[in-house]
């Protein structure tokens, strides 16, 4: 089984909508990432979070939110899509004496 | 300007050729650096970590230059399964924490 889910894989939907991204991890680490990827510019951060009671936001915090309701499971929300948050999105992992991030298969959001 | 920039890509190599990436980083409160691959569609997967003195990693070899803020990663032997993209990955601390991930530089191995 894999260490790091997401779920949805895929998901389409229209202009305006709420959405919620779920990540789970069985790797028992304290801290976990949210990044989107968009062709030519990278993974750019959207909020991590270093143990339940922290939230942090990155690079590109605006109109994501987040929740952390366990240590294995942290979830990203887009209270009002719009078609720019069209991107293949990442869950990721790690542990704080080692600097390795693992990896989620991702989601592919599309907004029409 | 990027934080981190790499080689514009793709790089077409024949099998059993020698290729080399380049990436710099602008923050020297960088601390720790890697490169990680990804496959198409596929999620990122840390392919080694880069230390000052060099490492190896059979025909993968990693250098960082400090002074130069530059890091290299070096394919010896290509085979066909090193076709991904490698992303460059530098840690750094400056009261907070961030990761900044290169844009990735695609690399096809042809037969």
């Known amino acids: 089984d894999a260490d790091v889910t997401q779920t949805p894989r895929n998901r389409i939907t229209k202009t305006g909508k709420r959405i919620m991204l779920e990540c789970s991890q069985t790797k028992g680490h304290d801290r976990m990432y949210w990044y989107r990827q968009d062709p030519g510019l990278g993974l750019q951060l959207i909020y991590y979070s270093f143990d339940v009671k922290d939230i942090n936001k990155g690079e590109i915090s605006d109109g994501y939110s987040v929740s952390r309701q366990a240590q294995a499971k942290f979830s990203l929300s887009l209270e009002s899509a719009i078609p720019n948050q069209t991107a293949l999105y990442f869950c990721?992992?790690?542990?704080?004496?080692?600097?390795?991030?693992?990896f989620g298969p991702g989601t592919r959001l599309t907004v029409l | 300007r990027k934080e981190v920039e790499q080689d514009p890509g793709p790089f077409n190599v024949p099998e059993g050729a020698t290729v080399a990436f380049n990436c710099t980083y602008s923050n020297s409160a960088s601390q720790s650096f890697f490169w990680y691959r990804q496959d198409c569609r596929k999620e990122p997967k840390l392919l080694m970590s880069?230390?000052?003195s060099g490492n190896e990693d059979g025909r993968f070899t990693a250098q960082l230059n400090r002074a130069s803020q530059y890091i290299s990663l070096l394919i010896r032997d290509s085979k066909l399964s090193d076709s991904a993209t490698y992303l460059c990955v530098v840690n750094v601390r400056t009261g907070g924490f961030k990761t900044i991930f290169g844009a990735g530089t695609r690399l096809f191995v042809k037969a």
């Open positions: 880069v230390y000052s």
């Open positions: 990721a992992t790690s542990d704080p004496t080692d600097h390795e991030q693992f």
